[in-house]
């Protein structure tokens, strides 16, 4: 289980990045969602991080 959890964030993170990209870059996302930069960046990685604050960028 916990190889397709990594599978899952790593998918997520890439989608995240590829729309994210085509408008904002990190910190304009961070700011808008209230996280940090770096808790973008991680998500677009696939570290895991805060179920919220994925949530709030999946929002």
Do not use: P, W, Y
């Not at 997520?12 to 085509?22: D, E, F, T």
Request: charge should be positive; charged fraction near 20%; avoid cysteine.
């Amino acid at each position: 289980m916990h190889k397709n959890n990594n599978e899952l964030t790593t998918v997520i993170g890439k989608l995240i990045k590829s729309v994210r990209a085509q408008s904002m870059d990190q910190t304009e996302l961070a700011i808008r969602v209230g996280v940090s930069r770096n808790t973008v960046s991680a998500i677009e990685n696939g570290k895991s991080v805060n179920s919220q604050a994925l949530f709030d960028v999946l929002a």
